[in-house]
T-cell receptor, first 113, second 112 residues
Framework: EAGVTQSPTHLIKTRGQQATLRCSPI?????VYWYQQALGLGLQFLLW???????NRGNFPPRFSGRQFPNYSSELNVNALELEDSALYLC????????????FGSGTRLTVV | GENVEQHPSTLSVQEGDSAVIKCTYS??????FPWYKQELGKRPQLIID?????GEKKDQRIAVTLNKTAKHFSLHITETQPEDSAVYFC???????????FGPGTRLSVLP
């Protein structure tokens, strides 16, 4: 069974640009969760998508947005990039989140210069 | 909202010794508490979890205890090995949001 896959692995952008990160959940998982892991910090909840809808978002500005496609894959878009957006962005999916937890992807390392 | 504290931030033990990491949470509605291990440059991986109706759970060298009244839970690793070296994150569920609040992490180093 393929795990959660994320692309690209690394992404370098200039301040003010837009970044698009992609995630494919485990087959059969309909929910996708996005987290930001800044260097030396813990995981901060960004967004939760289920059945194509945004169900919940964390304490991040509106320039962090995304969507979920009919095949349950997801995109995270970050507009007007700032230097402090540099972080590892982790996507996760779950069959039953509060019974089995998350399965995380390997992440996209976003560097804003 | 939920707040999760985790201690210590760094922990060094000799190979074969035990390691204990402690977390506290604030929201009594949290009912599921997973622990994740993240090795350098890799994804966080679920290593053990516990639900609020259980006081203790064990899986080989790893155990987790939960004190719901005091709102704290702990990870215990016995007979530590060098491959246990990693950052460990505790988390508490946010029932209505279907997400977790994570602790800031503990960097465990097992010295040979």
């Amino acid at each position: 069974e393929a795990g959660v896959t994320q692309s690209p692995t690394h992404l370098i952008k200039t301040r003010g640009q837009q970044a698009t990160l992609r995630c494919s959940p485990i087959s059969g998982h309909t929910s996708v969760y996005w987290y930001q892991q800044a260097l030396g910090l813990g995981l901060q909840f960004l967004l939760w998508y289920d059945e194509g809808e945004e169900r919940n978002r964390g304490n991040f500005p509106p320039r962090f947005s995304g969507r979920q496609f009919p095949n349950y894959s997801s995109e995270l878009n970050v507009n007007a990039l700032e230097l402090e957006d540099s972080a590892l962005y982790l996507c996760a999916s779950s069959l039953d989140w509060d019974s089995y937890g998350y399965t995380f992807g390997s992440g996209t390392r976003l560097t804003v210069v | 909202g939920e707040n999760v504290e985790q201690h210590p931030s760094t922990l060094s033990v000799q190979e074969g010794d035990s390691a204990v990491i402690k977390c506290t949470y604030s929201d009594s509605a949290s009912n599921y508490f997973p622990w994740y291990k993240q090795e350098l440059g890799k994804r966080p991986q679920l290593i053990i979890d516990i639900r609020s109706n259980v006081g203790e759970k064990k899986d080989q060298r790893i155990a987790v205890t939960l004190n719901k009244t005091a709102k704290h839970f702990s990870l215990h690793i016995t007979e530590t090995q060098p491959e246990d070296s990693a950052v460990y994150f505790c988390a508490a569920s946010i029932p209505n949001g279907q997400n977790f609040v994570f602790g800031p992490g503990t960097r465990l180093s097992v010295l040979p």
